[in-house]
């Protein structure tokens, strides 16, 4: 019983697929809505920033990080998502301001230093290997470029200093971690981390 259960969340939310995917799509762009606008005016992008989305999911956050950047990109890994996230953002699409393609946090696609900013919202606890989707995503961000992360902090079982350790180990710096509670009563609270790929000399 236990293992359909898994099954039939990961249907929903872990790689939405099927009837059920598209339904898990609905609830995650109603209960991630005001987190995932929330991270957008966190990780502030300007209109000339390249901005890289990691599992959009639905596309709300990243229609609105479409709104602020003229270079967006989104990465999903899920089927469904990708073409939830194309109707939503349908319009950003049309006018350049926003492209989807397959891929994940490990495996983005993405040349070396071609990003400036990079938002995940909900979705590190998916990624089977933390070390080498962070690698990753500090390969892709330019020197000086941000990283924006959010996740329930319930789903972060050793806590965002041990979080902040690994992105320190990755190369990050200027690494802050902080809580924020969402303004929808039901939403749990997130853990959000911030962090810069260093400069170079």
């Known amino acids: 019983m236990e293992r359909i259960a898994r099954q039939l969340l990961a249907k929903c939310f872990g790689r939405p697929s099927g009837p059920l995917g598209r339904l898990g799509g609905r609830l995650m762009a109603h209960g991630n ?10 990780a502030a992008p300007a209109e000339q920033d390249v901005v890289l989305v990691v599992g959009p999911g639905p596309g709300v956050g990243l229609a609105a990080a479409a709104e602020r950047s003229a270079h ?6 899920s089927d469904v998502m990708l073409a939830m996230a194309r109707r939503r ?30 938002i995940s919202v909900n979705n590190l606890q ?3 290997d933390v070390p080498a989707a962070l690698a990753e995503l500090h390969r892709v ?23 902040a350790a690994m992105i320190h180990a990755a ?20 853990a959000q981390l911030s962090a810069i790929r260093t400069p170079r000399p």
């Open 33 to 42: 809505a005001a987190t995932e606008r929330h991270a957008v005016i966190l």
């Open 72 to 77: 967006v990109i989104g990465i999903e890994p």
């Open 89 to 118: 953002c349908a319009p950003l699409i049309r006018r350049g301001r926003l492209r989807l393609s397959p891929g994940t946090a490990a495996r983005t696609g993405q040349p070396d230093a071609s990003v400036d900013v990079v």
């Open 126 to 128: 998916l990624w089977p």
């Open 141 to 163: 961000l330019r020197p000086g470029g941000r990283l924006l992360l959010s996740v329930r902090e319930k789903w972060l079982p050793s806590g965002l200093s041990a979080l």
């Open 171 to 190: 190369g990050f710096d200027t690494v802050r971690t902080w809580t924020w509670h969402p303004p929808t009563r039901m939403a749990p609270a997130a």
